[in-house]
């Protein structure tokens, strides 16, 4: 059974810092397109970053760019998102999802699997 459990969320002041994570288990972790994704309330799901773990292609969307860094590790089946210089629109919930390949466009549609989710929220 495929799994993905993200953790790391939690409340920050604008300009602090998050790391987020996600365990994958039961499926090929080390030739899949893993990403993170975000869904702030009243708003469409959103792509944040994406990483082809077998190449470690890596895209982001230009909102994030140069303060998000997605990163993984094939030894512990593990995602990372290291956020800096959070702003309170980087407030939702953030998901980590699973694929076999890495498409164009970053669409949600494009990802077969889905961890639940972690909160984040960026206020002062």
């Known amino acids: 059974e495929v799994q993905l459990v993200e953790s790391g969320g939690g409340l920050v002041q604008p300009g602090g810092s998050l790391r987020l994570s996600c365990a994958a288990s039961?499926?090929?972790?080390?030739?899949?397109?893993m990403g993170w994704f975000r869904q702030a309330p009243g708003k469409e799901r959103e792509g944040v970053a994406r990483?082809?773990?077998?190449?470690?292609?890596?895209y982001y969307t230009n909102s994030v760019k140069g303060r998000f860094t997605i990163s993984h590790d094939n030894a512990k089946n593990t995602l990372y998102l290291q956020m800096n210089s959070l702003k309170p629109e980087d407030t939702a919930m953030y998901y980590c999802?699973?694929?076999?390949?890495?498409?164009?466009?970053?669409?949600?549609?494009?990802?077969?699997?889905w961890g639940q989710g972690t909160q984040v929220t960026v206020s002062s």
């Open positions: 990483v082809y773990t077998g190449t470690s292609l890596i």
């Open positions: 039961g499926f090929s972790y080390r030739r899949a397109c």
């Open positions: 999802a699973a694929a076999l390949v890495c498409r164009s466009g970053f669409q949600a549609a494009d990802f077969d699997y």
